[in-house]
């Protein structure tokens, strides 16, 4: 019985040690852990806000390069025909999409959904106004109806775009 004791004696000190020295380490290392993800989350913050702020500046460059007059000024050829310049315009845009389909990655789900009605609304645009014109004519026909019909339209989706393109950069500063 005498030995028990002396166990029990010696047990008891060395577990409330034991039980206090795991809950300060893991305290400590919780904390340590906290700490470390915290200087990861702001390590990866650091690199990854130019890559936003510069796939903002790509897709506002986007939708400027895809607005109909900007297109119209930069596509058009004298002497073309009316359905070459609508071919010519309609490849614009799609290269131009193509060439900045990376930079979703880098921006919500709707500002991309914004970005893509502009690109669908400049190609209906381009479709329905190149219907109404004469394939064979001149290209100068077909980019002033464009240039007329984006001039009385309050606002194309384009400008929507820029606007929300804008509205998400500045969520990040």
């Known amino acids: 019985m005498e030995t028990f004791l002396e166990i029990v004696k010696i047990t008891i000190p060395a577990l409330v040690v034991f039980f206090s020295v795991y809950f300060i380490m893991k305290k400590y290392l919780d904390q340590q852990y906290q700490l ?14 130019p890559l936003k702020l510069q796939a903002y500046e790509r897709l506002s460059l986007f939708c400027e390069r895809i607005s109909i007059p900007n297109l119209v000024l930069r596509i058009k050829t004298k002497g ?6 609508r071919v010519s315009l309609l490849m614009a845009v799609q290269q131009e999409f193509e060439h900045n389909i990376s930079q979703q990655i880098y921006i919500s789900d709707q ?5 893509k009605l502009a690109r669908n609304e400049s190609i209906e645009l381009i479709n329905s106004v190149a219907e109404k014109v004469d394939p064979k004519g001149d290209s100068d026909e077909l980019a002033q109806a464009l240039i007329a019909v984006c001039n009385s339209m309050n606002k194309s989706a384009t400008q929507t775009a820029l606007m929300a393109i804008r509205q998400e950069a500045a969520l990040m500063i």
């Open 36 to 49: 470390q993800l915290l200087d990861f989350k702001r390590d990866r913050k650091n690199s990854t806000t």
């Open 111 to 115: 500002l991309w959904e914004i970005v």
């Open 80 to 85: 073309a025909s009316s359905a070459a310049l």
